[in-house]
């Protein structure tokens, strides 16, 4: 079982740069493919971002292409987003979320951090 939290959310301008860090607690992090969903106001739940449970492969939403980055650091469960170039649009709240038996791109995923807010002001 994991525990996940994420944190680095917060206010920026459009264009700015953000980098979310989820923690995780529990041996088996490596095992779990990670990803990063966002949902903002009125809308569903999205994937944004995916990676394998080596980091090899990854996962990006058209919208994030070439703006967001994800990584992870399996010796300090750590899964990471680097938030570039950022816009009005991209204003959402953040979550981690790791599953065992998931695809990077669809899941499923069994783990679901709190969620780190992202405003982006225009």
């Known amino acids: 079982q994991l525990q996940l939290v994420e944190s680095g959310g917060g206010l920026v301008q459009a264009g700015g740069s953000l980098r979310l860090s989820c923690a995780a607690s529990?041996?088996?992090?490596?095992?779990?493919?990670l990803a990063w969903f966002r949902q903002a106001p009125g809308k569903g739940r999205e994937n944004v971002a995916g990676i394998s449970q080596t980091g090899r492969n990854t996962y990006y939403a058209d919208a994030v292409k070439g703006r967001f980055t994800i990584s992870r650091d399996n010796a300090k469960n750590m899964l990471y987003l680097e938030l570039n170039s950022l816009k009005p649009e991209d204003t959402a709240v953040y979550y981690c979320?790791?599953?065992?038996?998931?695809?990077?791109?669809?899941?499923?995923?069994?783990?679901w951090g709190q969620g780190t807010q992202v405003t982006v002001s225009s």
């Open positions: 529990g041996r088996t992090f490596s095992r779990h493919v």
């Open positions: 979320t790791a599953g065992a038996g998931a695809t990077i791109s669809s899941g499923p995923f069994d783990y």
